[in-house]
Nanobody, 122 residues
Framework: QVQLEESGGGLVQAGGSLRLSCTAS????????MGWFRQAPGKEREFVAT????????IYADSVKGRFTISRDNAKNSVYLQMSTLKSEDTAVYYC???????????????WGQGTQVTVSS
């Protein structure tokens, strides 16, 4: 089992920045590919970004490419999502997730955090 806990969400004005953190406990963090997803009201949960085991490879959704950066610190059992130039359409609950194999779909991930709310005011 892997337990994940997100933090760092909040209310920010459009154009602003936020940094989300996700800390893992349980099994060896460095054995899991990590991802960030988000879910806006009335919409399905969608892929945001993913990062490889060592952090060398990252993939982003087109909607956040160039604005968001995913990173990880295996020594701290943590993954981060730096969000810049935020838009109102980025408003959602953001979830971190861990995967033994990895991918871009929610079904590819084995463990999920409870989520943290990000609200971008225009």
């Amino acid at each position: 089992q892997v337990q994940l806990e997100e933090s760092g969400g909040g209310l920010v004005q459009a154009g602003g920045s936020l940094r989300l953190s996700c800390t893992a406990s349980g099994r060896t963090f460095s054995n899991y590919r990590m991802g960030w997803f988000r879910q806006a009201p009335g919409k399905e949960r969608e892929f945001v970004a993913t990062i490889s085991l060592g952090g060398a490879r990252t993939i982003y959704a087109d909607s956040v490419k160039g604005r968001f950066t995913i990173s990880r610190d295996n020594a701290k059992n943590s993954v981060y999502l730096q969000m810049s130039t935020l838009k109102s359409e980025d408003t959602a609950v953001y979830y971190c997730a861990a995967a033994r194999i990895g991918g871009l779909s929610t079904t590819d991930y084995d463990y999920w955090g409870q989520g943290t709310q990000v609200t971008v005011s225009s």
